[in-house]
């Protein structure tokens, strides 16, 4: 039982515009989300969170949007960048839990 | 670099095997988490450990056991090993003291392949 989706698993931007990534989940107990960056040969690296009680972070050129009422939740890269070209997985934790669910992911490219 | 260090890089063993990966978690961390990534899956989870001590256990199968050492490097033990049972292998460790705030570092993981 997959409890959080990402059902898109490649995504093609050309740099500069906006990488739009999308994730949603089936489990309401879990009330904080991440996102995780992987290039090839490394372990994922963390990026951006957010808690449930908000519905917007920023960092930088990432943002993340969560709507509870549809439980989905985004990624927004803006502008992207060659070097953003990478696997992202969103996550999510119920309960101040460190145990993550993870989704299987979405391979991002950005064209030059 | 995470600074989280695993070893080996790489492990091809055959069925019915059993093999130990292990895990040098970030100076200061003290929890560690063991997931498993198969071939177009996410990770899972199998594993944390806080200080020496099991914190969580996820879907991780009885012929899996891990432990964490005083040093607070890990072991992941992986017997009767199955075709299966190949994929890649990560680590993480964090501060394990901030909840779900607590940022998770990777290692670059184990491949294992079992033939």
């Known amino acids: 039982d997959q409890q959080v989706k990402q059902n898109s698993p490649s995504l093609s931007v050309q740099e500069g515009r906006i990488s739009i990534l999308n994730c949603d989940y089936t489990?309401?107990?879990?009330?904080?989300f991440l996102w995780y960056k992987k290039y090839p040969a490394e372990g994922p690296t963390f990026l951006i969170s957010?808690?449930?009680?908000?519905d917007k972070n920023e960092d930088g050129r990432f943002t993340v949007f969560l709507n509870k009422s549809a439980k989905h939740l985004s990624l927004h890269i803006v502008p992207s960048q060659p070097g953003d070209s990478a696997v992202y997985f969103c996550?999510?934790?119920?309960?101040?839990?460190?145990?993550?669910?993870f989704g299987k992911g979405t391979k991002l490219t950005v064209n030059p | 670099d995470s600074g989280v260090t695993q070893t080996p890089k790489h492990l091809i063993t055959a069925t019915g095997q059993r093999v130990t990966l292990r895990c040098s978690p970030r100076?200061?961390?003290?929890?560690v988490y063991w997931y498993q990534q198969s071939l177009d899956q996410g990770l899972q989870f199998l594993i944390q450990?806080?200080?020496?001590?099991?914190?969580a256990k996820g879907n991780i199968l009885e012929r899996f056991s891990a432990q964490q050492f005083p040093d607070l490097h890990s072991e992941l033990n992986l017997s009767s090993l199955e075709l299966g049972d190949s994929a890649l292998y990560f680590c993480?460790?964090?501060?394990?003291?901030?909840?779900?705030?607590?940022?998770?570092?990777f290692g670059p993981g184990t491949r294992l392949t079992v033939l």
């Open positions: 993480a460790s964090s501060v394990g003291d901030r909840g779900h705030a607590d940022t998770q570092y």
């Open positions: 489990n309401s107990m879990f009330d904080y």
């Open positions: 957010i808690s449930s009680i908000k």
């Open positions: 996550a999510a934790s119920a309960g101040g839990s460190e145990k993550l669910v």
């Open positions: 100076s200061g961390d003290l929890s």
């Open positions: 450990y806080y200080n020496g001590e099991e914190r």
